[in-house]
């Protein structure tokens, strides 16, 4: 196979243009104002990007192509930017590039993680925050122990959140399909 369409992301697509750039662009947080006047050529060079990281020497050069083959400048640079972040910063940053077993071993490592929170009782309330910073008014400083505490409950929040965006993930992935990339 020589190309990438459709049928080769993790998603199950509508029929029409239209409705397919609406979707990739729900799933990949392009902005909506860069897809308008968009057709298929913006639909398979979405996908590429979805793509990119999985493709050997020969599709990322049929990718870039199609990416570059963008009407709208705008667009264009957005794709390549998430590209070139995705394949070689953080796939975490285009969480949709991640393979549906990456996605499932991101989606346990956090379940894990909040788990073990819970268990320790590391969790914050409205209370507790609440008494924290009456706290902090009152001795007009932050003690060790309240930086401590906020720095907990930051990287729980932080970990709540990463496990919210890859169940969200797995919910645009309808079913998890398993085509020759993912």
Known sequence: MSTVT????????PKTTREQLTKLAKITSIPNNLLVGAGEKEVEAICYMILYRHLNQHL????????R????????GELIKRVLDTTFV?????IWSLTNSELNADIELHTHLTSIAGTLGFGASVSSGKDML???KHEKTISRKN???LIIWGCIYF???????????KDHR?????????
């Open 60 to 67: 990322r050069i049929k990718a870039m192509t199609s990416i």
């Open 134 to 136: 009456n706290k902090i």
């Open 90 to 94: 953080n796939p975490q940053w285009g």
């Open 147 to 149: 930086w401590i505490t």
């Open 69 to 76: 083959s963008v009407k709208k400048k705008a667009l264009m």
């Open 159 to 169: 970990n709540i959140r990463e496990l919210k965006k890859a169940t969200k993930e």
């Open 174 to 182: 309808s079913t998890l399909n398993t085509s020759r990339f993912f």
């Open 6 to 13: 459709i049928k080769d992301i993790p998603y199950r697509l």
